[in-house]
């Protein structure tokens, strides 16, 4: 019987130390996958903070563009309007004086 006992102590002992590779496998599996969590986390992050910074760029440029068109075009409407006025002060001053000569009033004295 002593040997029986030997065998089954010795079968015992190497499952056992099996059981405790396994063991240590699955928590250096479970904590590089961890690791490698941790790093996509970190690398979507940083990607986001990127995306974000060069959105908020492009739309602060846009934001600029626009304004510098805006203020493009009221330059234009203030020359377009400038230039209307004084084409129908030219015009009224023409019939005002249209009408004075037809009166007899543009006489010099």
């Known amino acids: 019987m ?20 396994w063991t240590e ?4 599996t479970a904590q590089s996958a961890c690791d490698k969590t941790a790093d996509a986390a970190l690398s979507a992050r940083d990607k986001t903070a990127n995306l974000t910074q060069s959105t908020h760029s492009k739309s602060a440029d846009a934001s600029h563009s626009t304004h510098a068109s805006a203020q493009h075009g009221q330059e234009q409407t203030t020359g377009f309007l ?28």
């Open 25 to 28: 496998s699955a928590k250096q």
């Open 82 to 109: 400038g230039q209307t006025g004084e084409s129908v002060k030219n015009m009224a001053q023409g019939a005002f004086d249209g009408v004075k000569n037809s009166l007899g009033m543009n006489e010099k004295k």
């Open 2 to 21: 002593s040997q029986q006992s030997f065998n089954a102590g010795q079968t015992r002992g190497h499952a056992q130390e099996k059981a405790e590779q």
